[in-house]
């Protein structure tokens, strides 16, 4: 592993990319964030002892409260899930994030960047993650909230 430089921002669509979201699930997301208003600008809710200040209510989560990683929890002995002696193998590894760069972008016909910059590796480990952490999750941005929230996440 080298190069990489994880968690430096999210990843951003460029224009166009961004999928549209229906009004419920904004909605919903609204609620979301009125509940955890309370978190803004502390990590005093963070279990694992290694959460960051998030710029907005619906990222104030820690890797102790997803249901999905309970099982990654459980033999490890490990407290946060960057710890994990998968997670560096899963969503930091060059090799694993190149191929995982090349399935996504098989299914869309879309040749990958040369040279490939942080955003583009940034934007793969999260793919990586959310595959590790939940599996597959529905081919639609809708099917994917809904298939998070069958599992207790909003």
């Given at each position: 592993?080298?190069?990489?430089?994880?968690?430096?921002f999210?990843?951003?669509?460029?224009?166009?990319?961004?999928?549209?979201?229906?009004?419920?699930?904004?909605?919903?997301?609204?609620?979301?964030?009125?509940?955890n208003?309370?978190?803004?600008?502390?990590?005093?809710?963070?279990?694992?002892?290694?959460?960051?200040?998030?710029?907005?209510?619906?990222?104030?989560?820690?890797?102790?409260?997803?249901?999905?990683?309970?099982?990654?929890?459980?033999?490890?002995?490990?407290?946060?899930?960057?710890?994990?002696?998968?997670?560096?193998?899963?969503?930091?590894?060059?090799?694993?994030?190149?191929?995982?760069?090349?399935?996504?972008?098989?299914?869309?016909?879309n040749?990958?960047?040369?040279?490939i910059?942080?955003?583009?590796?940034?934007?793969?480990?999260?793919?990586?993650?959310?595959?590790?952490?939940?599996g597959?999750?529905?081919?639609?941005?809708?099917?994917?909230?809904?298939?998070?929230?069958?599992?207790?996440?909003?």
């Amino acid at each position: 592993m080298s190069g990489i430089e994880p968690f430096q921002f999210e990843p951003v669509y460029q224009p166009g990319e961004e999928p549209p979201q229906e009004e419920s699930v904004g909605q919903e997301v609204e609620a979301h964030e009125e509940d955890n208003t309370s978190r803004m600008g502390n990590t005093e809710w963070c279990l694992c002892g290694a959460c960051a200040l998030m710029p907005v209510a619906n990222e104030c989560y820690c890797c102790q409260e997803l249901e999905e990683l309970n099982q990654k929890f459980d033999n490890s002995g490990v407290r946060c899930i960057t710890e994990h002696p998968k997670f560096g193998i899963v969503c930091l590894d060059t090799d694993v994030l190149s191929t995982a760069l090349v399935a996504i972008h098989n299914a869309r016909l879309n040749p990958i960047p040369d040279p490939i910059v942080n955003r583009t590796w940034r934007l793969a480990a999260y793919r990586q993650f959310t595959w590790w952490a939940h599996g597959v999750l529905g081919k639609k941005p809708a099917e994917n909230r809904a298939s998070m929230r069958r599992h207790g996440h909003t």
